[in-house]
DNA sequence: GTGGACATGTAATTGGTTACATGATTAG
DNA sequence: CTAATCATGTAACCAATTACATGTCCAC
């Protein structure tokens, strides 16, 4: 049991769900591809954490769908109550934000609004979804016992993290540009 | 080349270090434990990037203390204004907190609670360090050209990062308190 | 006709962690 | 006397990415 597995157990106890639809709602608190997932749901059925029954569908391949069992959700409730393992990051820009002194100013700031780019779509994203659960289950997302409170309030720090880290290469790009400028007079 | 052989090629760009020293500065903007750092600089010495020489020591083990060549900071210089690959962040907390809807006030709350402390004192740590720094360098801090630049952005970075996480958790926290207190009466 | 969404899987490789190994010094 | 710091290294294992593999439909 690796914390993948308990990602994918926490998400199918809220619902069930294919391996396919895993993949792409796991991104708010986990990073998997779909060749680490479909063994590791295959791994969970034969240690009967989960259960499955195919969907067919014409045009489209078959889907799996898979349903957490008493045991996958006995086994989840416990682990919550264990100490978690310190956050890993490795995020390849502050490499090179570490080391944006030896390149000129106009490649970093290609790399910093690059960057911009990048976390305002997650913005927009995150805005949108948020404002779809607000929609959808008001008052009851402050509800800490509801199935909708733990996304809730992921989505409420991921939101205020990518702005921030907008904010902050606005910050150093501001820095670049007074720098650019005071060097040309 | 991988990230991590960037990482140490920029930490060294600005000083000559030990893998110790690496594996220990390192923690700002990548993660690695010293059994991937040791033969990654070995084999950064093998293509010409890294040179070292011994420092020896009595009564501790003697030190190799490691120097970028012309080479490696070509190399690096390089690939700098290449394309970063997106962040990947993984923490069992936030797998946690999806699923807190499972468990009770008391265990939640413990939760959060051992996260602010787990925050509080990298905060502690990070505005000592920016501390010093503004003290050594001032507002030489704010010329991008200067080698700590980067590592003084980064820091300010982190230390919102930090900050903002501990306000959600305390957040949080009074949503959980609001919540039994409701519960209770 | 090309690329993306849908949908699942395996194989090969790389990246990263844990454990093994050594050894002196210092602080509690 | 036990744990931590300093200091470097290897081996075994697990986790994760990339590549291989298949197939339809739809939009541009």
Redesign the interface.
């Known amino acids: 049991m690796n914390?993948l597995a308990?990602?994918l157990l926490?998400?199918l106890?809220r619902k069930s769900c294919t391996g396919y639809e895993l993949t792409q709602f796991l991104e708010?608190?986990?990073?998997a591809k779909h060749s680490q997932i479909y063994p590791l749901l295959k791994k969970l059925e034969n240690a009967d954490m989960l259960t499955f029954v195919y969907e067919h569908q014409t045009a489209k391949p078959d889907k799996k769908i898979y349903t957490i069992t008493p045991k996958g959700k006995e086994v989840?409730?416990e682990?919550?109550?264990t100490?978690?393992?310190?956050?890993?990051?490795?995020?390849?820009?502050?490499?090179?934000?570490?080391?944006?002194?030896?390149?000129d100013?106009e490649?970093?700031s290609e790399?910093f609004n690059?960057r911009i780019d990048?976390y305002q779509k997650k913005i927009d994203f995150r805005k949108e979804k948020i404002a779809e659960m607000e929609l959808a289950y008001g008052q009851q997302l402050?509800?800490?016992?509801?199935?909708h409170?733990?996304?809730y309030?992921?989505f409420?720090?991921k939101l205020?993290?990518e702005q921030?880290?907008v904010e902050?290469c606005q910050w150093?790009l501001s820095?670049?540009v007074n720098?650019t400028e005071q060097a040309s007079i």
Chains 1, 2 share one sequence.
């Open positions: 914390s308990y990602a926490s998400m106890i708010t608190f986990w990073q989840l409730s682990w919550i109550a100490k978690p393992s310190p956050p890993v990051s490795r995020d390849e820009f502050l490499i090179k934000a570490y080391a944006i002194w030896l390149t100013t490649t970093a790399l690059e990048f402050l509800d800490p016992t509801a199935s409170f733990g996304r309030i992921l409420k720090r205020k993290l921030d880290e902050w150093v820095i670049l720098n």
